[in-house]
């Protein structure tokens, strides 16, 4: 995961505190029943992705030519897999 716990909740706090001061959201429960399912969709989210990028990295790493990390080959081709696999997982 990319992001601490610390961050996410933060993360949550801000924005729905935002959300609420703009009037984008007028909250019908408990704000702090709000937030945990925030962090809950955010920490799914963030699995996911982590998921994605090992399934890649495993896919370009399983080319018989070697393409190295960093490589501007390697960058297009990682964007167009985890591009791939996302709209598999229905996220695209």
């Known amino acids: 995961m990319r992001l601490s ?10 924005v729905l505190k935002g959300l609420i001061e703009q009037k984008a959201l007028v909250p019908l429960v ?4 709000i937030r945990r399912e925030m962090r809950r969709v955010v920490v799914n989210e963030l699995k996911l992705a982590d998921s994605i990028d ?9 080319y018989s030519k070697k393409i190295y990390e960093g490589t501007s080959e ?3 081709m990682y964007n167009k897999f985890f591009e791939e696999e996302t709209s598999k997982k229905g996220r695209g």
Do not use: C, F, M, P
């Open 30 to 33: 408990d704000e702090g029943q």
């Open 54 to 62: 090992e399934a890649v990295k495993r896919k370009l790493q399983s």
């Open 74 to 76: 390697w960058e297009v």
């Open 5 to 14: 716990d610390d961050k996410i909740s933060h993360l949550t706090h801000v």
